[in-house]
């Protein structure tokens, strides 16, 4: 079973920036999209940024114009550099693929991170 190793979260005062990391334990055989999702204090998981196997990218409004989502050509790594940080950025962010890992049962699934904290502070 493939597991995703984030990494790259950390404590960081407004305005500056953080590239986070995640990594695919195993081969993926076959990716439909990427994605960082954020979950913040009281708040449901939403989606900020993802990337289709084609490499077209979505953003949340909020992260528009200051994240940007790119993946390796494999698609065993996606990143998500974040630049002038806010505090409403503050959140626990998940590592999401959408794939097939079996090529012998081709049903797609959502595999996620453990999740890594970014917290922007004053």
């Known amino acids: 079973q493939v597991q995703l190793l984030e990494s790259g979260g950390g404590l960081v005062q407004v305005g500056g920036s953080l590239r986070l990391s995640c990594a695919a334990s195993?081969?993926?055989?076959?990716?439909?999209?990427m994605g960082w999702y954020r979950q913040a204090p009281g708040k449901q998981r939403e989606l900020v940024a993802g990337?289709?196997?084609?490499?077209?990218?979505n953003y949340a409004d909020s992260a528009k114009g200051r994240f940007t989502i790119s993946r390796d050509n494999a698609n065993t790594m996606v990143y998500l550099q974040m630049n002038s940080l806010k505090p409403e950025d503050t959140g626990v962010y998940y590592c999401?693929?959408?794939?097939?890992?079996?090529?012998?049962?081709?049903?797609?699934?959502?595999?996620w991170g453990q999740g890594t904290q970014v917290t922007v502070s004053s």
């Open positions: 999401n693929v959408n794939g097939v890992m079996d090529r012998w049962w081709p049903v797609p699934k959502d595999y």
């Open positions: 990337i289709s196997s084609a490499g077209t990218t």
């Open positions: 195993t081969a993926i055989f076959r990716v439909n999209t």
